[in-house]
């Protein structure tokens, strides 16, 4: 739209409107912000969207280049200090982002429809509170005595007599003392009671230095169904008859292999005489049971127990064990004295 001016008869255009194409843009979705710490992945990836012309069709196999234009990072999704990357079919490209050194960081994003920024900062972490045993699996039922263990550090230096706050979040388990010292090398321990527990429940304690750094625990049930047995030490002994069996060692776990705590496995065993020769006819002769026992032992925090074969000393025998737990928790085995 314009306004005419009429000079001499003739009529002169003074203004008018011009119309632009309208052009691709390159949105930014999200992007790192406030603080993240020094060789730590930020918990928000650096992700932009190419749109056409229209604003909402996405433009896919659009190349972007990630780079930093100001501070040191590494960019997941190519493993390096800049990453160029093809847009998917909505449109999006994104990579994760680690910084590794601290500063400002100022991140940008580049492809033939535009550039996008995006900022944070990058400090050193101070003060860390590091669990030596942040999870337990305990027998669903048991109740379980849970050592608890945490490190302190300032910039990766121990903080011997810091204030160590210990507390119960969820479920059945208390803890004491509920304030404890670091010691000479940063560490600073509690004692946990936990259960008993339902299968599949879950206990959590927190430990907080500081007062904002904190670390959790959590104790969780395993059902009965899921107890297993495996030999750590001990299995395929064969001695001389004047010599004694070493102790044997089992761990119980769980399906997935971790160790079970509280977990009551029964124990029988049996001492046989060593077998007589076979004759040339008939049935071999069974050798005759000299000694048996029963037993039950409570599987520690790492879920392991310790056993002593019966045994008789001098005499060539084989001592054979059986131990349970669980409903399909089973193992057996045979070691022996040879003459």
């Keep these: 739209m314009g306004s005419d001016l009429v000079t001499g008869g003739v009529t002169v255009m003074t203004r008018a409107l011009t119309y632009g194409t309208p052009a691709p843009t390159l949105n930014l979705v999200t992007a790192p912000s406030g603080t993240v710490a020094t060789g730590q992945t930020a918990a928000v990836p650096f992700a932009v969207r190419a749109l056409a012309a229209d604003g909402l069709t996405p433009l896919a196999g659009q190349s972007i280049t990630f780079t930093a234009s100001a501070g040191t990072v590494n960019f997941g999704a190519c493993g390096a200090a800049a990453c160029t990357l093809q847009t998917d ?16 960081i100022t991140l940008s994003a580049t492809g033939t429809a535009g550039t996008v920024t995006g900022s944070f900062t990058s400090a050193v972490q101070l003060r860390a509170v590091t669990p030596a045993n942040p999870a337990l699996y305990v027998a669903a039922g048991a109740v379980v005595a849970w050592p608890l263990q945490v490190n302190l550090a300032n910039n990766l230096t121990p903080t011997p007599g810091t204030t ?3 507390q119960p979040l969820s479920g059945r388990i208390a803890v004491a003392p509920g304030l404890s010292l670091a010691d000479v090398q940063g ?13 599949a429940a879950q206990a959590t304690i927190s430990a907080c230095a500081w007062g904002t750094v904190c670390a959790a ?7 009965p169904g899921d107890l297993r047995l495996t030999v750590v030490s001990g299995a395929g002994q064969s001695i001389s ?16 292999v971790h160790p079970v705590a509280g977990a009551v496995v029964e124990v029988h065993q049996t001492i046989d005489a060593r077998q007589m020769a076979c004759p040339d006819r008939g049935r071999c002769p069974v050798a005759p049971t000299e000694d048996a026992s029963e037993s039950s032992v409570t599987s520690d925090p790492d879920g392991l127990i310790t056993l002593t074969p019966i045994q008789i000393p001098g005499v060539a025998e084989t001592t054979n064990i059986a131990a349970a737990t669980g409903t399909h928790g089973f193992l057996s085995l045979a070691i022996q004295k040879q003459p």
């Design 89 to 104: 079919a909505t449109g999006f490209a994104s990579t994760s982002v680690t910084p590794l050194a601290p500063g400002p």
């Design 164 to 166: 160590v706050t210990w």
């Design 187 to 199: 560490n600073a321990q509690a004692l946990a009671t936990v259960g008993p527990l339902t299968a």
């Design 217 to 223: 625990f959590t104790a969780h049930a395993v059902d």
């Design 241 to 256: 008859v004047g010599d004694t069996f070493a102790p044997l060692v089992l761990q119980v776990v769980d399906a997935a």
